[in-house]
């Protein structure tokens, strides 16, 4: 008799569970507005991806999809009407404010967030486009503006390209992979590859909790963690590198004119120059410290298992 009546709970769970999930209502909206320059813009959302690519001087389209979960109870009743109703008000009023320059995308009361309301954008701007996105969940993707740039998202992958200036970019879990920044950059990722590629000075900040860092074309001060994972730089170092990883190899490239100090030690594992260098103190395995080419800025690595190569 008790496992009969145990047997009838689960099953009576599983209903419940399957009445419980509706299909969600979507829905879309389309807008263009006329914008001064340059553009101020922030972008929000609680869950969706954010796309921002640079179009036309003047002008912003914004496309955005709608998703609302529904809730059906097992007995019927309530739920997609409601979510019915939350599109078509988000398709009849978007969550767009505009004050001169600047311009705010995404912003909902509170009640909509109750609801399970997810608003994916993409927005065309000018390319004089300033520009500040957070998403909760989802995927962001940054194409061909002045900069700078901020973007933050909870859970997803991170894409920066040919950014006129200065850049942030930070994600719970995902990967990042910012090409031609044309400033200083800034990245982290709990979990996931940090790629970068740089086409004027500024100084990089690059960590992960695990995945592999490749940086190129630094030309300024560098500072790169990772728990678990290989770190690859390639640039001149005009002010300290700071390199450091936990497990995994470290290779380090400069130009031929390069001025530094290096101090590298590998916890487990060789260091390999082809650089030349003036060495001071005592050399000791898998440690390396001197002067190239007279000296200059300190070039610091780091790895507890993993070899380090300077070239």
């Excluded at 530094?260 to 050399?283: E, H, L, M, Y």
Aim: hydrophobic share 35%; glycine share 18%; proline share 4%.
């Amino acid at each position: 008799m008790t496992r009969s009546i145990r047997l009838l709970s689960v099953s009576l769970l599983f209903v419940v569970a399957a009445c419980a999930r509706g299909q969600g209502v979507t829905g879309s909206f389309d807008r263009t507005l006329s914008v001064g320059e340059p553009l101020e813009l922030e972008v929000q959302t609680g869950s969706g991806a954010i796309e921002v690519r640079a179009g036309a001087a003047g002008k912003v389209e914004v496309h955005g999809e709608i998703r609302v979960g529904s809730w059906r109870g097992l007995f019927g009743g309530g739920g997609r009407a409601s979510a019915e109703d939350i599109v078509q008000n988000i398709k009849a009023s978007p969550p767009i404010e505009q004050s001169g320059n600047r311009l705010l995308i995404g912003r909902l009361d509170e009640a909509f967030w109750h609801q399970n309301v997810s608003i994916s954008y993409t927005i065309v701007v000018p390319a004089a486009t300033q520009l500040r996105a957070r998403s909760g969940s989802g995927s962001q993707s940054v194409r061909g503006i002045a900069g700078p740039v901020v973007v933050e998202t909870g859970s997803g992958s991170t894409e920066l390209n040919d950014i006129g200036g200065a850049a942030e970019a930070r994600t719970g879990s995902g990967s990042i992979h910012a090409r031609g920044i044309g400033g200083a950059f800034t990245g982290s990722t709990g979990s996931g590859q940090i790629d970068v590629v740089q086409t004027a000075r500024g100084d990089v900040a690059a960590s992960t909790g695990s995945g592999s860092v490749e940086i190129r074309g630094v030309e300024g001060a560098a500072r790169v963690r990772t728990g678990s994972g290989s770190v690859t730089i390639d640039g001149k170092p005009t002010g300290p590198w700071d390199l450091d990883t936990g497990s995994g190899s470290v290779h380090a490239r400069m130009p031929p004119d390069a001025a530094f100090t290096i101090d590298a030690r590998a916890g487990s594992g060789g260091v390999k120059t082809s650089q030349p260098i003036t060495v001071t103190g005592n050399v000791e395995r898998g440690t390396l410290f001197g002067q190239v080419r007279g000296g200059g800025p300190t070039v610091r690595i780091r790895t507890g298992s993993g070899g380090i190569s300077l070239d």
